[in-house]
């Protein structure tokens, strides 16, 4: 799997999150050989529910899953992970975390450097249009999402 | 709300999930006025589901909650809270973090420390022996539960 096409599957994501009234965050966890574990999208607004992120919302859908897949999945994120889905990485082993951007907010980067994990930024255009727009159509939404770090 | 009525409610809650054949983590967030905004416990194995720690659990039944409401807050955990939930923590601005115990495991006490948050371990012997008397019970589960590093 090359790092664009796991980041296309995440903005898939966010685009579905966008179309559902909710925060335009996607997310997939995707092993070594390509295969996609588990991918989901913020659902904070859809569900009234503060803790689902994309990536606990890729989590979720890829279910219990051994350490050793853990350890050779990436986890691809159209924003920056905040802090706790960064811990939600170190937690179960993932080792590689892709971002889309972190021009909108940064979150939880230096923890997942302090841990040893590896952290790309594709600095991809379209995630970072797709949260500026829902950001200026609905900014109480995002404020109330990240009172002290940001949404992830 | 002293802290051992507030852990006294957390540990209600291990105690539940322990009934429910899930690991016994308990959670719950208080506000300073003394109001439980909410109470949950990990539902790993009674969901199947990665990301239902105890704290996860309380902030989901608090719902979406504003910012000032959270800052005030402290969340009460029967054992010390993993990264993610450390995370969790900080994302919504909780100041203050009670935990039954870390001799079973260590967490992310480092991060909510490095962060600014107040740490505080009541060391209670009846959360550990729970906990113990789990992990003795079912360890395959535990040992799943925290590839890396724990369980909270």
């Known amino acids: 799997m090359n790092d664009e096409l796991g980041m296309q599957i995440a903005y898939e994501e966010a685009v579905k999150s966008y179309e559902e009234g909710g925060i335009p965050i996607g997310a997939a966890l995707i092993s070594a050989e390509g295969v ?3 991918r989901g999208h913020n659902e904070r607004i859809q569900k009234d529910n503060p803790i689902l992120h994309a990536e606990t919302s890729a989590l979720i859908n890829a279910g219990r899953v051994d350490a050793k897949v853990y350890k050779t999945a990436t986890m691809y994120s159209t924003l920056a992970s905040c802090f706790m889905c ?3 990485c170190i937690l179960y082993g993932i080792n590689r975390v892709v971002m889309g951007e972190n021009r909108t907010v940064q979150g939880g980067e230096e923890l997942l450097i302090s ?3 590896e952290l790309i930024n594709l600095n991809d255009e379209k995630c970072y249009q797709l949260m500026q727009k ?7 939404e995002w404020h109330q999402a990240h009172p002290e770090e940001f949404e992830g």
């Open 36 to 38: 996609v574990l588990g």
């Open 86 to 88: 960064s811990g939600a």
């Open 115 to 117: 841990k040893g994990i």
């Open 134 to 140: 829902f950001i200026k159509e609905k900014p109480h």
